[in-house]
Every structure is written in structure tokens, then in C-alpha cells.
């Protein structure tokens, strides 16, 4: 079946510091790719996606580039923030298959002062 | 921006009570969904819900579990008879199109405990 893999976390950071949380996927087929951020005591919200192959979705200073050949989808920042500070979730999903979006398990970043 | 809107944001309910958590999906969307993340684990998806009527649902749905759009801008799960294991933040969200790409809009949750 289709899954999701995300480093573990918790990641603590200094701020300005270089970010990378690892996705890795197994799926079958082509599927789309999505990393979602959730705030303390809010929802989740899109943050990027990508849809094809070398793909490179961005947002916010984030991003991140669909590679076919890894199956991977890694996060990346070139300098955080405090207010970076969140619960990052990788997720894809397949055309056809309606949204119905496959989470990895969330990697939590903490970055401080 | 429009956003997905939950109530409760947090329900303690008694083992074998039921529930119901109540959703206001964006108002020009037409798919539905209902997603859940036990404390510590993936969120996972439960239940899609298209033109007032189920389109896809997880193993996890069972028949203690209901969705319901009873009105024009409403969307509900009910849970019949709740178990200890139904402890979870369960998110509602919504869509334009049901095209993988397309963005799915996610409510901040509303987190059921069971005791």
C-alpha cells in the first residue's frame, strides 16, 4: 500500500539555522505530494505541494522538489524562524483517488533564540 | 481567507455515549472529509463525502460511524457508541475538486476524549 516516511522528530534548531525534514514515500504510481504545517492550537494548513515529477513546490522560504528517482520530498528552509516552531506533515495523494490525502506521522520543529 | 470551522474543539464524553462533532466546510466546496489523529500516531483518513453521499471510506469507518450534510452548510460525524480508542483530534476539511493536487482545506480540529 501507499505510505509516508518522515524523520523523527523533535527537531530543535537554533534560529537562522539550516532546515531539512526527510519524506520518503512507497507508492504505486505517480502520486502527488504535499507537506502541511500545524501551528500550536491550530489546524493543518498547506504549506507546498508538488504535483510531477522535479517538480519544486514553495512557500514561505520553504521547499521542496518531487524526486521520482528517491521517491523522496524533502522540506527544506535556509533559515528558520521562532515562528517556524510547528508540527511539519508530509502527505500525497493519487489522482483518481479523489483527496484522500496519506500522512506521515509529523516531525515537530521546535527553533529557539 | 474562508476557512473550515469545527465545534466542539474539545468534547469529554462517557464510553458508549454518543457523539457528535459538527463541521462548516468552506461554503463553495463540494467534497467533504473527515480525518483523525490518535495522540502520537498519523492522521488518517476516515471518511470522504460527495453530492450527499459517502464516495470513500477507510477501515477505520465502521458502522458505529455516520456523516451527515443536513443542511446547506453543515457537515457532521456522529460516532454511536463511543469506545475508549475513539480518543483522537479529529479534523473535518473540504475541497473545490476532488483532483489530487487540489488543496484540501483543513478545520483546527476538535479533540474527543473517552473516558
Known amino acids: 500500500g501507499n505510505s509516508v516516511t518522515q524523520m523523527e522528530g523533535p527537531v530543535t534548531l537554533s534560529e537562522e539555522a539550516f532546515l531539512t525534514i526527510n519524506c520518503t514515500y512507497t507508492?504505486?504510481?505517480?502520486?502527488?505530494l504535499f507537506w502541511y504545517v500545524q501551528y500550536p492550537g491550530e489546524g493543518l494548513q498547506l504549506l507546498l505541494k508538488?504535483?510531477?515529477?522535479?517538480d519544486k513546490g514553495s512557500n514561505k522560504g520553504f521547499e521542496a522538489t518531487y524526486r521520482k528517482e528517491t521517491t523522496s520530498f524533502h522540506l527544506e528552509k535556509g533559515s528558520v524562524q521562532v515562528s517556524d516552531s510547528a508540527v511539519y506533515f508530509c502527505a500525497l495523494s493519487f489522482p483518481g483517488g479523489g483527496n484522500k490525502l496519506t500522512f506521515g506521522t509529523g516531525t515537530q520543529l521546535k527553533v529557539e533564540l | 481567507e474562508p476557512e473550515v470551522t469545527q465545534t466542539p474543539s474539545h468534547q469529554v464524553t462517557q464510553m458508549g455515549q454518543e457523539v457528535i462533532l459538527r463541521c462548516v466546510p468552506i461554503?463553495?466546496?463540494?467534497?467533504f472529509y473527515w480525518y483523525r489523529q490518535i495522540l502520537g500516531q498519523k492522521v488518517e483518513f476516515l471518511v470522504s463525502f460527495y453530492n450527499n453521499e459517502i464516495s470513500e471510506k477507510s477501515e477505520i469507518f465502521d458502522d458505529q460511524f455516520s456523516v451527515e450534510r443536513p443542511d446547506g452548510s453543515n457537515f457532521t460525524l456522529k460516532i454511536r457508541s463511543t469506545k475508549l480508542e475513539d480518543s483522537a483530534m479529529y479534523f473535518c476539511a473540504s475541497s473545490g475538486q476532488a483532483l489530487s493536487g487540489n488543496t484540501i482545506y483543513f478545520g483546527e480540529g476538535s479533540w474527543l476524549t473517552v473516558v
Open positions: 461554503s463553495n466546496h463540494l467534497y
Open positions: 508538488a504535483t510531477k515529477a522535479d
Open positions: 507508492a504505486t504510481g505517480y502520486p502527488s
